[in-house]
């Protein structure tokens, strides 16, 4: 089982930054990656950033140049540090924890981001 608990949603103006964490809890497995995917209406959800506990980071192409992930193994912890906010990264920021071995993937609630003037 995991409790996956987020934060650091809210609204900025474009050009704002916002830095969302993520902190997961686990009974029953190890974690090989934890990571932020988003959501809109009508649109499949897709990676934003993610980084396994060895420290390789993958970013989708919408953050690259923008937004950096980083992570706290002993905590279990994933932040993702959004700077150059655009309209378009307004949506429902999901984090991800996948577990090692299997490879199942555990989502967090989510939390907003509206990027708007």
């Known amino acids: 089982q995991v409790q996956i608990v987020e934060s650091g949603g809210g609204s900025v103006q474009p050009g704002g930054s916002l830095r969302l964490s993520c902190a997961a809890s686990?009974?029953?497995?190890?974690?090989?990656?934890m990571g932020w995917y988003r959501q809109v209406p009508g649109k499949l959800r897709e990676l934003v950033a993610r980084?396994?506990?060895?420290?390789?980071?993958v970013y989708g192409d919408p953050a690259k140049g923008r937004f950096t992930i980083s992570s706290d193994n002993a905590k279990n912890t994933v932040y993702l540090q959004m700077n150059s906010l655009k309209p378009e990264d307004t949506a429902v920021y999901y984090c991800g924890v996948t577990e090692a071995g299997i490879g199942t993937l555990h989502w967090g609630q989510g939390t907003q981001v509206t990027v708007s003037s």
């Open positions: 686990t009974s029953d497995f190890m974690i090989y990656a």
């Open positions: 980084i396994t506990t060895g420290g390789q980071t």
